[in-house]
């Protein structure tokens, strides 16, 4: 998942994704935290990239986080 690495600064999340993600992972974090964890998830080396359809999955330590593959949106993360 080259593509997703080479547009890792365009990663965001919308509101309704910031509470969805920060109720599923059950961590307080503000906006940018969230976005930042997501990102360190990313980067990992144990993380496993694949996309699927319109989406990129990041699968690392019992976590999915989802990810829209053309505008970068975090649209969920969540435990396995």
Do not use: F, W
Not at 29 to 54: A, F, M, P, R, V
């Amino acid at each position: 998942m080259i593509e997703l690495l080479k547009h890792l600064d365009e990663i965001h999340t919308t509101p309704m994704g910031y509470e969805r993600i920060k109720k599923n992972l059950n961590v307080n974090l503000d906006h940018e935290g969230i976005i930042s964890l997501c990102k360190e998830k990313i980067l990992d080396k144990n993380s496993h990239l694949y996309q699927k359809g319109k989406n990129r999955y990041c699968e690392i330590e019992g976590i999915i986080i989802t990810i829209n593959a053309h505008s970068y949106t975090i649209i969920t993360a969540h435990q396995q």
